[in-house]
């Protein structure tokens, strides 16, 4: 047995709204043993002194998209990097975003056709032969022809060959008997959850966040098929009307809702336990009218964001104000790299969101959208040893979780990151 103490400055655990100051830490292996004032450590355990920092579980994040470098050139790699580049990105990425407090991350599927690439690289890490954050895996995008997953859309401008990557992407479908074999294939190859796109988006050159992109068959056949094979699943969608029917046929889950403005629909949800990533942050150019990001982005998505900036604002003031327990999830594709998560704490901060409702997103909140019940997200006796630290007051600086100091995941230290 090997036993670490770690000394907190000050600590978040991630069950209660508190920092308790002067804690101390016993890990034994890579799970937690004892956590409290003073802790009886054995003779001869290393002794980590984090009492300049507050430390904190490591922190989830429930929506990247790893399967990119640079997010400015978002769109070049779509297009012309192969599936081995993006299923390595998944790996260094999984990596960076360890390194800077993230130890458990939820893949949303990627970009285009790097296929199960992101399951390979749960499997690599799990193994032990590469460094990165726990990742939980959903392998593809699910959608019909011109859908936010589609992103052929980004070469139509050659139909043959935007045809050929279409047919040979796993994640397409057209009708509801095809959705039921995507399902059914994705879980056979080992996705952990499904995402399904039953709107367009901003991002993508073709489709608007309005569109509706699946036939009610379609999503019912998705929304079954997924429960059939007890995989949860979530979706990219946006407005209230297509968010209640999804609800209403039981999804478990909706990623982004910005433009989720209606209220009852809010308190439904809450009701009857539908999870809800907003990804707040990439929208933070329109809603605080930032020009100069808004002047980063490519022209259709600038139109776009404009066109919707007032129902944008509305939405974030409903999902605050509705007291729903959100989780948290960056969704960094076209604002800043993938692993720089924690750009969304600033975000919420600014956005009116309690640290403490912040902070139990990232902790308690995302273990339960990720159904790891009771491994990660706490600083707790039988806990697993994910465990970070930070420089700056949580409580008080909205840039805290863009400063990590420290890292340990699974009961190894790493060199801890910055965001740069
Ligand atoms: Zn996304």
Redo the contacts with the bound molecule.
């Keep these: 047995m090997a036993y670490t103490l770690i000394k907190c400055g000050r600590l978040y655990d991630g069950l209660v709204d508190a920092i308790q100051e002067q804690m101390e830490i016993l890990v034994e292996d890579n799970r937690i043993k004892e956590v409290g004032k003073k802790v009886s450590a054995p003779a001869g355990a290393e002794v980590i002194d984090l009492s300049k920092f507050t430390v904190t579980p490591g922190l989830i994040d429930a929506?990247?998209?790893l399967g990119i470098g640079r997010w400015p050139e978002r769109r070049r790699e779509t297009v012309y990097e192969n599936p081995a580049y993006k299923g390595m990105m998944v790996l260094a990425n999984a990596r960076e975003a360890m390194l800077r407090g993230f130890t458990t991350l939820r893949v949303?599927?990627n970009n285009c056709d790097e296929g199960y690439g992101s399951i390979v690289s749960k499997r690599l890490i799990n193994s032990g032969y590469f460094e990165g954050a726990r990742l939980v895996v959903a392998s593809c995008y699910t959608g019909t022809t011109r859908s936010h997953a589609d992103t052929t859309a980004l070469f139509a401008t050659y139909p043959d060959v935007a045809t050929w990557v279409w047919e040979r992407y796993p994640g397409f479908i057209s009708g509801a008997e095809s959705m039921r074999e995507c399902i059914r294939q994705q879980a056979k190859f080992g996705a952990d959850f499904i995402?399904l796109y039953a709107t367009g988006?901003f991002s993508t050159p073709a489709d608007g966040p309005e569109d509706e992109c699946l036939t009610d068959e379609e999503m019912k056949a998705a929304i079954d098929t997924a429960h059939q094979l007890n995989l949860k699943i979530t979706s990219?969608s946006y407005t209230p009307d297509l968010i209640r029917k999804q609800v209403e046929m039981g999804i478990d889950g909706i990623?982004?809702g910005a433009l989720l403005d209606d209220r009852d629909l809010l308190q439904m949800m809450i009701e009857r336990g539908v999870e809800l990533v907003p990804?707040f942050c990439p929208y933070d150019g329109i809603v605080y009218q930032d020009d100069a990001t808004i002047k980063q982005w490519p022209y259709e998505m600038q139109i776009k964001l404009r066109k919707y900036g007032e129902w944008l604002i509305r939405a974030r003031k409903a999902i605050v104000e509705s007291g729903i327990a959100f989780g948290y999830?960056t969704?960094f594709?076209a604002s800043h790299h993938c692993y720089e998560c924690g750009y969304e704490y600033e975000t919420m901060i600014k956005s009116g969101v309690d640290p403490f409702r912040a902070l139990a997103a990232a902790t308690r909140v995302n273990k339960n959208i990720l159904e790891m019940p009771e491994d990660i997200g706490a600083v707790a006796p039988g806990y697993l040893a994910d465990i970070a630290a930070w420089r700056r007051d949580l409580l008080t600086d909205p840039k805290a979780l863009l400063d990590c100091a420290f890292v340990m995941k699974d009961g190894v230290v790493y060199q801890a990151k910055t965001v740069e």
């Design positions: 929506h990247v998209h949303v599927g995402k988006g990219h990623e982004h990804t999830g969704d594709v």
